[in-house]
């Protein structure tokens, strides 16, 4: 059973244009959500966070909108770039304290020049 | 270099074999956590150490264990191996003892049973 689930295991967007990747989850436990990049031969990189308490959170070109009563996330890149191209894993934990993360399979963001 | 070191890279053995895999956290992190990500799935939690204890167990088999040493490093040990516990296996860091801040990953090691 995944709790966290991203649909769309791959996306290509044009450069400059907007990139939105989506993340559904299922345990209405889950109060924190992060979002991490990841390259090919490296590890997760962590992106940007939000809690369950915001609706929004901003960090320069990266936003993440939560809609709790849908039970999704999403993550606005705003204007996609070259090197924005990897892996983006959205994760959940439940609570402060929590002591893991619960990931969901990815999708492959490609930006093209 | 996200400073949470991970050795070997890789690692190729055979069914029924014993491997260590080894990961020394980011300075000044106290807890340790390690993940598994087989072929298109997501990381998986198999468990987690702080300052030297056990914290938490996720999906871990029975044929797996880890330790957290005073140094703070930690050793993952998979024994019996099968041909499915091929993966990649990650281990991450951090200062406090939830995800709550999020955690610094190392590089991973590839595991590849024959």
């Known amino acids: 059973d995944q709790q966290v689930k991203q649909n769309s295991p791959s996306l290509s967007v044009q450069e400059g244009r907007i990139s939105i990747l989506n993340c559904d989850y299922t345990?209405?436990?889950?109060?924190?959500f992060l979002w991490y990049k990841k390259y090919p031969a490296e590890g997760p990189t962590f992106l940007i966070s939000i809690s369950s308490i915001k609706d929004k959170n901003e960090d320069g070109r990266f936003t993440v909108f939560l809609n709790k009563s849908a039970k999704h996330l999403s993550l606005h890149i705003v204007p996609s770039q070259p090197g924005d191209s990897a892996v983006y894993f959205c994760a959940a934990s439940a609570g402060a304290g929590s002591y893991q993360l619960t990931f969901g399979k990815g999708t492959k963001l490609s930006v093209i020049p | 270099d996200s400073g949470v070191t991970q050795t070997p890279k890789h690692l190729i053995t055979a069914t029924g074999q014993r491997v260590t895999l080894r990961c020394s956290p980011r300075s000044g992190d106290l807890s340790v956590y390690w993940y598994q990500q087989s072929l298109d799935q997501g990381l998986q939690f198999l468990i987690q150490?702080?300052?030297?204890?056990?914290?938490a167990k996720g999906n871990i088999l029975e044929r797996f264990s880890a330790q957290q040493f005073p140094d703070l490093h930690s050793e993952l040990n998979l024994s019996s191996l099968e041909l499915g516990d091929s993966a990649l296996y990650f281990c991450a860091s951090s200062v406090g003892e939830g995800a709550w801040s999020g955690y610094t990953f190392g590089s991973g090691t590839r595991l590849t049973v024959v």
């Open positions: 150490y702080y300052n030297g204890e056990e914290r």
């Open positions: 345990n209405s436990m889950f109060d924190y």
